[in-house]
């Protein structure tokens, strides 16, 4: 940091910020160290050169305790590891007996363009021995090659023999294992989405204004204000009419400011490097939040449409079209979540996000077929209510819950407009600080 002795801390960089904080660790030589994570957001050489000075305390004589989600960096540096989950110890004891009891067998894949000729597997296997030390099995896949045996301080050995090889590999992915057996992507949504709906339920104030918020607004214009069918101007048509758009409100807000919030919190609190580290994809990561999001918007839209028909005088058209309403609403959490993962990606910070899901959720509220009729709009707006993607739940949702019309087309468009929406958000999750 001595290029940087003048700067003041609030300038610098997140890295910089945490090699700061552990040289005011270390500076007066302690008898007990404990660092949380001290890697995390630092370049790989800083990485390493925080790993040296781990090791020379600890050849000292300073006791070191240490926290971090990267198994290479622990399998390097400790002698005891203790593994939590939930808040409490479920094994510990010597990284080669942990590895030997709980890890399975360890294994890299090289993903190549080409598939893996007999030679080029022997000149890998050769190569291998001879950078390990080790006979390591080498075999080829469907997608290039499979190297067992590689532990995570020996990737880097692994990655110089596939070189020495001449294969060019477009991907590097370890096995995950459990038990010895392999973890699956559905297990890896699975439980990010447990993980995600726990947060969700313990922030307390976050649960009751996610449902809170839109039984405010039925309340204000179904109750209160109420629709007054005179031929013209706002909420002059039937109540039944405004079903989509009480529906939307949860639709809308709720996926938009959470998922943008979490992608600020996470970000934030450097948690996407963490989980750079495990198998975890960012595809994987939006897939689970967006389940649970789906999950919680689907009982506050049960619970909306319930509310809306108990205080206003809204009928609802019993159909079999009702059993595609879940399906609508599905779909449209799906799109604003992926647009809510971009506009945490790009905002700043959590105040950033809300403000900016504010921006682009109001104007879509009211002007995409919900509350305010296509007839009180000029007529060079008209293109801008069909470009919404809010207008193709607010049509389809009206034509089952209040016209009886066609819905089906509506439907195929939203969902079109949430896959590309989803694989947006998903590119746009950081996947470091």
Avoid at 44 to 61: M, N, Q, S, T
Avoid at 92 to 121: F, I, M, N, S, Y
Avoid at 199 to 204: E, I, L
């Amino acid at each position: 940091m001595a290029d940087d002795a003048d700067a003041w801390y609030e300038a610098l960089s997140g890295g910089q910020k945490r090699r700061t904080c552990v040289a005011t660790a270390v500076i007066n030589d302690p008898d007990l160290l404990f660092l949380d994570e001290p890697t995390t957001g630092i370049d790989p050489a800083g990485r390493r050169a925080i790993h040296r000075l781990i090791e020379r305390l600890a050849a000292d004589g300073t006791t070191v305790f240490l926290t971090s989600h990267a198994m290479d960096e622990v399998e390097r540096l400790a002698d005891r590891v203790a593994l939590l989950r939930d808040g409490r110890v479920v094994a510990d004891g010597a990284p080669d007996r942990l590895v030997a009891e709980h890890g399975g067998t360890p294994r890299l894949d090289a993903e190549t363009a080409e598939p893996a000729t007999e030679g080029v597997v022997e000149r890998v296997a050769s190569g291998v021995r001879g950078r390990l030390g080790t006979d390591p099995t080498v075999a080829a896949t469907d997608d290039g090659l499979r190297v067992r045996g590689v532990r995570p301080a020996a990737i880097g050995d692994a990655v110089g023999a596939l070189d020495d090889g001449g294969v060019a590999f477009e991907s590097l992915s370890r096995d995950d294992r459990r038990g010895g057996r392999p973890v699956t992507r559905l297990g890896r949504i699975r439980t990010e989405a447990v993980a995600a709906a726990r947060s969700f339920t313990r922030r307390r104030t976050a649960v009751f204004f996610t449902f809170f918020f839109p039984v405010i607004l039925v309340v204000i214009f179904g109750a209160l204000v109420r629709t007054q069918p005179t031929g013209g101007g706002l909420f002059a048509e039937p109540a039944g009419y405004y079903i989509p758009g009480y529906l939307a409100v949860v639709v809308l807000f709720t996926p938009l400011s959470r998922v943008g919030s979490e992608i600020a919190r996470h970000r934030d609190g450097g948690r996407f490097e963490k989980l750079a580290t495990t198998p975890l994809s960012r595809v994987e990561w939006l897939v689970a939040h967006t389940l649970v999001n789906v999950a919680i918007i689907g009982a506050a839209s049960l619970l909306i449409l319930g509310l809306v028909l108990a205080v206003t005088n809204a009928t609802l058209v019993v159909s079999p079209a009702l059993a595609a309403l879940p399906a609508f609403v599905v779909v449209a959490v799906a799109l604003f979540c992926g647009l809510g993962a971009v506009l945490g990606s790009v905002a700043d910070s959590q105040d950033g996000v809300i403000a900016a899901s504010n921006t682009v959720a109001l104007p879509l509220l009211f002007l995409s077929k919900t509350f305010v009729t296509p007839s009180l709009l000029p007529e060079w707006f008209l293109p801008a209510v069909a470009a919404s993607p809010l207008t193709y739940f607010a049509r389809g949702t009206r034509a089952i819950t209040y016209e009886g019309g066609a819905w089906a087309g509506d439907l195929l468009v939203l969902t079109a407009l949430a896959a590309g929406f989803l694989a947006v958000g998903a590119y746009a999750v950081p996947r470091t600080e």
